[in-house]
């Protein structure tokens, strides 16, 4: 990467609002996931890599949300963490049971937050 594009990398990310940098994280993910689903060949390390940084993510924000400090309503607060225990959820099972199908709902889930929190929607 040059040097220039280096710096630009550099100042975006000192200038993103945290919304954009968790709407990135999610679009990420979903990347991720996507590219899993669409490259099936069974279970490997790009499912497992997938899934591990998908389950990360969803653990920071459903910490997050747990927080005495957050300054989201508690109605908010409480569907991110059922949203965050629903992808738990799945992902053991996509673990447990490979099957690249079950990719779609955790896919969906990162892109529409992600939509929203860039206000997309």
């Known amino acids: ?3 220039a594009a280096q710096a630009y990398a ?3 990310h000192a200038t993103a609002s945290p919304r954009e940098i968790e709407a990135q994280a999610l679009l990420k993910a979903a990347r991720q996931l996507l590219d899993v689903q669409s490259n099936w ?3 490997d390390k790009n ?3 997938a899934l591990l940084f998908n389950r990360r993510l969803w653990s920071i924000f459903m910490s997050a949300v747990e927080t005495n400090d957050n300054p989201q309503p508690l109605e908010i607060r409480q569907n991110i963490a059922n949203i965050g ?6 992902t053991v099972d996509m673990q447990l049971n490979p099957d690249p199908a079950k990719l779609k709902s955790l896919i969906d889930i990162n892109c529409n937050l992600a939509a929203g929190l ?3 929607v």
Do not use: A, E, I, L
């Open 47 to 49: 499912m497992h890599d």
């Open 1 to 3: 990467m040059s040097n």
């Open 118 to 120: 860039s206000g997309k």
């Open 85 to 90: 225990v629903f992808v738990m959820k799945q």
């Open 41 to 43: 060949t069974g279970p």
């Open 10 to 12: 550099r100042t975006s």
